[in-house]
């Protein structure tokens, strides 16, 4: 099956193609993010209502800025992957297992919604004061805002602009609903009855079914319920199946056979990982290609590792 298609070029061209410009060393990553200039690099604001806002910024200085965040979620992912292949060689319970392999799904998720221009951003006590402030004195009105926002880049009047907007979940649910919204921005991409849009239809279908949320779910039932304990002990929950089939999990869900399954509910969080992991392996491979650089983030974490850590040169297509 032909997996990454015709969206997947879009979204290349769409969001990838405008972070090539620019580069950044990994000792500036910490002061070249968004949350790093969200306070004294914006130049003005609008109130477009329900609380959201608009702030305006040179364009190279916010693109730089979101590349920043792309790369720091790059370095997360990176290091959980590793995380989740050291815990799948220990025996380790299979909550731990399921908790571990999830972060690495949600951190994949959170990579790739910062690659197509979006993300979402907590600001601490003395940041949310601050920027109230600011944004309240270029209104000329008391503004509040919530510490839990999202933010998107958008295109208005030839210049990149942040949407600024409250968090309609907390961090991780707000990962979740944000990747089905991306979905659906996939699939109206995709063309149709292609192979792609078969993949990405089973994948919002599947969130239909299940709720978008389902992978956070899953992670906060074997992570915080006790009885959980019991399932594990009682040979009622295995950890995840990393061999698992994930184009034919996606594409052959059925509602009545996983649902109330937690075994199968991780199965089928799985597959939907492995697709938001290898789009964002292919996408940050097609930066550093088109800059013609090396990979700087595996390039620092692999100083010093005997065992080098690399990406694999996923194809386009997948047997089912």
Request: with cysteine; net charge neutral.
């Amino acid at each position: 099956m032909l997996v990454y298609d015709k969206a997947y070029m879009e979204i290349k061209n769409k969001y990838i193609l405008p972070l090539t410009t620019y580069s950044i060393p990994y000792k500036s990553l910490k002061s070249t993010n968004i949350k790093s200039i969200i306070c004294n690099k914006f130049k003005s604001v609008d109130d477009i209502g329900n609380h959201e806002y608009l702030l305006y910024f040179d364009n190279d200085i916010l693109i730089k800025s979101l590349l920043g965040d792309v790369e720091l979620f790059l370095l997360r992912s990176v290091l959980q992957r590793e995380d989740v292949r050291n815990v799948n060689k220990v025996n380790i319970t299979a909550n731990w297992n399921i908790v571990t392999n999830y972060y690495h799904l949600f951190f994949c998720a959170s990579l790739l919604l910062r690659i197509c221009h979006r993300g979402n951003l907590f600001l601490d006590k003395e940041i949310k004061t601050q920027l109230q402030s600011l944004i309240s004195q270029v209104l000329g009105v008391p503004i509040t805002l919530e510490s839990n926002l999202f933010y998107e880049i958008q295109v208005k009047d030839g210049e990149y602009v942040m949407k600024l907007s409250p968090s309609i979940a907390n961090t991780h649910e707000i990962v979740w609903k944000k990747m089905d919204e991306l979905i659906n921005e996939f699939l109206l991409l995709s063309n149709h009855n292609s192979d792609e849009q078969t993949i990405l239809k089973s994948i919002k279908n599947i969130n239909n079914k299940l709720s978008s949320t389902y992978p956070s779910q899953l992670r906060n039932r074997v992570n915080y319920q006790p009885l959980y304990g019991i399932e594990y002990i009682e040979k009622r929950l295995f950890p995840m199946n990393s061999n698992v089939s994930w184009v034919k999990e996606l594409i052959s869900f059925d509602c009545s056979e996983v649902k109330d399954n937690d075994n199968r509910i991780a199965d089928v969080c799985l597959a939907y990982g492995k697709y938001i992991e290898i789009m964002c392996d292919k996408l940050i491979s097609e930066y550093y290609n088109i800059r013609g650089n090396e990979n700087g983030i595996l390039r620092k974490i692999n100083e010093g590792r005997v065992e080098k850590i690399t990406f694999c040169d996923y194809p386009y297509a997948f047997n089912i």
